[in-house]
């Protein structure tokens, strides 16, 4: 109720607004393009545009270039605003010159069919998920990988490639869906952080001071009161928390790497041209690569190279990491 009658003002309030600066364009016919509305507009995008250009959207990744559209889909802004054409016909994406993660990547073509329908399509999943407005980030924060697929296929001895998760790999720690899980175990995932109403830009993307989303995307502490204290209270949401919920996570992989490299013989794993790569004390590569040891590389790389250290879903985290060192050692982490 309370709800329907600041919305009645809000509106009461845009109508007011609207009329004043309608009046105030037709004082000034004749003068196109300087009526305050427009200028207002104007203003907005050299906002959002100085937030944009702190963010690394604004480089494509060098590695990516001139690779055609298999990167380019997710690496370059034309790439990604026109990926449905390039991906479903034989027209050629070979760009003269790389294009960052720019307004038309998010706001034209297939960026701004996500932003309308909500909807991304994941290769981990049947259903399309759901992210509302933060479906744009996921067509591209995904580990580019089917983990069901991969262990069934190293399963029975015939993966061709150790293939590992693309280092974007958010939305599959935060669905609780991505990981390489071995069937008949049960995980543990956390709901909360993975289903609200729009995914990644409820954190990311806060409402700066004057009402604009921020497109620095990134998730300050400054922003903890409407980004996090929705659902935790403020004394929780302090970085210090993140951080030993952070560091927990970061001695859990250390241990699940330590199990990979005794169980393998290998001194470091590396991965180049798509593949996990082990290297022996003398630099020579490991082979033989068993079935369990290529699982638990797989979601030590993967909660690894995603960055949040856990946060984004704490629970499946610990759980991914937990059965992956069982059923590599037959312990308990
Ligand atoms: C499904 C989307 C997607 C596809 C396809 C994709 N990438 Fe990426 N890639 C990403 C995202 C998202 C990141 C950023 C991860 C981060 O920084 O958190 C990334 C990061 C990278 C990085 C690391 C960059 C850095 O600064 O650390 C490299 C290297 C890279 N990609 C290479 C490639 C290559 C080569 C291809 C094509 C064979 C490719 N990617 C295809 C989404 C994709
Ligand atoms: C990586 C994706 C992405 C990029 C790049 C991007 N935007 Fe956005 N933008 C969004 C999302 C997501 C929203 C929020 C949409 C919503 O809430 O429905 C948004 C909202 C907006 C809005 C609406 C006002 C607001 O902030 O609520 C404007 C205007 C806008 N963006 C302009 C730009 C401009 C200009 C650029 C380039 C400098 C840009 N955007 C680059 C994803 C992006
Ligand atoms: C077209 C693909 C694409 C889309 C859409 C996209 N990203 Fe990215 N994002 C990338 C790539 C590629 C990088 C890495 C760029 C680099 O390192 O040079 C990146 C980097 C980032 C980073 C910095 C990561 C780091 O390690 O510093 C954050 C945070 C991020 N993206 C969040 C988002 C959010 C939130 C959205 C949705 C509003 C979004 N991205 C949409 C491709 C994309
Ligand atoms: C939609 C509600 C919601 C929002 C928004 C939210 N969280 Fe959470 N978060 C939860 C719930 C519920 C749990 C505990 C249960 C679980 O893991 O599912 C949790 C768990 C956590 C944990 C793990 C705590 C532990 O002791 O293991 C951390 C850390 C965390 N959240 C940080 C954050 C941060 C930082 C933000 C903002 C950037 C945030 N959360 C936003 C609901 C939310
Ligand atoms: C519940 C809030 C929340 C949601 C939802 C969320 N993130 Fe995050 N994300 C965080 C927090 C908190 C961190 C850790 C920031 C830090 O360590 O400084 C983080 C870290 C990251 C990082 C690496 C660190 C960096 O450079 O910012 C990337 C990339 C990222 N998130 C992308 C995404 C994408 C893409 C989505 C949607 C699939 C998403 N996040 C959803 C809260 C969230």
Redesign the pocket.
Known sequence: MKRKIYLVIFLALAVLLFVGCSDNGGSNEGTAGESPGEMLTLDLIAKISDEWKSS?HQYG????EG??I??????DGVGFADREVYVNTDVDFAPAHQTGIDCQACHSGFGKKLLDTGLAEL?FMDEPFKGGSGAVCV??????ANPAELFAQSKAGELKRLSYP?????VDLLSGKGGMEIPGVEYIASIAHGTTENSCVTCHMPTTADGHKNHTFEVKPEDFDQTCGTCHDKAFTKMTTLGGVQNEIKSYLNKLEQAILEATGAERIDHAG?VFVYYDRDGNEVTGISHEAYVATYNWQLVH???SYGIHNPLYAKSLIRESYKYLTGNEL
């Open positions: 690394p990744v060098k590695a990516t690779r055609g298999s990167c380019g889909q997710c690496h290769p067509a591209c924060h995904n580990g580019n693309h280092y974007g790999a958010n798509g190279v995603e960055g």
